[in-house]
């Protein structure tokens, strides 16, 4: 039994007196449940005031991205044991907006996982298909080779206590998700082609979907039986909407 993971995605946004009250805001309005883990992922800098007001809630604290290599000459990184070091428990890695904006490739993104594996950080490893790919009947092969590029290079023993989530670079920001029945043969891809490097690790590995999950469409998502939680970007700025996707999780 896969424990459901519901991460918010804060990117980008707000002040640290934003970050802090969303953060408590997050505290109150989430009723913990044994069956699924809450984790909020703010920007670097609001990380320690984040985790100060988390403290023994429960709810966990994670990074948006870490570097490639432990430490040195690299001007404008944040190493994983930095991270390791103010509580963060996971990291997103190779999320589309790192892929597009940043131009991150999957031999660097590789490299950033194994650094957070090093550190003892969980890595929430990103994938998902363009609209293009996805019109030209490409997705699974997009999916296959962002997978293979860095599982091909970590291994299931090199990814552990690793998330994958699913997130269709179409959905983020856009209001479009996925139908449950796209989420579920994506997913069921992907736990697929995990169980290619070990079948066990298929079977623990939590695959989350993400772009655009709200309250509204959480429930039919989260029911399907490959979709093990959500990485939540919009609706995770408002605690009332977060918790409502977690208490969809808790039924789920
Ligand atoms: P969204 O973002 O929920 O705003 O679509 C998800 C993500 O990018 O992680």
Redesign the pocket.
């Known amino acids: 039994m896969r424990t459901a993971l519901i ?1 918010g ?1 804060w ?1 980008m946004n707000g002040l640290q007196a934003d970050a802090t009250s969303l953060a408590r805001a997050v505290v109150s309005a989430i009723e913990p449940q044994p069956s699924v883990e809450v984790l909020v992922c703010p920007p670097f800098v609001h990380l320690a005031p984040v985790g100060e007001a988390l403290k023994d809630s429960g709810v966990r604290l994670g990074a948006q991205n870490c570097a490639d290599v432990p430490q040195g000459a690299r001007t404008g990184e944040i190493a994983a044991d930095m991270l390791a070091d103010l509580q963060v428990q996971y990291v ?1 890695l190779g ?3 790192r892929r597009e904006f940043y131009a991150e490739d999957n031999r660097l993104i590789a490299s950033r996982c194994e650094q957070a594996v090093a550190a003892g950080l969980r890595p929430i490893l ?1 994938v998902g298909e363009t609209l293009e790919a996805r019109d030209a009947g490409q997705t699974e092969a997009v999916i296959a080779e962002q997978l293979d590029g860095v599982l091909g290079i970590l291994g299931a023993e090199g990814f552990v206590d690793g998330v994958i ?1 699913y ?1 269709p670079v179409w ?5 479009r ?1 996925a139908t449950t029945e796209q989420a579920q043969a994506v997913h069921a891809f992907i736990r697929n082609r995990l169980a290619a490097y070990d079948a066990d690790f298929a079977e623990r590995t939590r695959i989350l979907y ?5 309250p509204d469409n959480a429930v039919a998502l989260l029911a399907q039986p490959d979709v093990d939680g ?7 700025l408002k605690a009332e909407d977060f918790a409502a996707i977690h208490a969809a999780a808790a039924r789920g």
């Open positions: 991460a995605n990117k997103i999320h589309s907006e990103c989530a997130e959905a983020i920001g856009t209001g998700t993400g772009g655009s999950m709200k959500g990485l939540i970007g919009g609706a995770s």
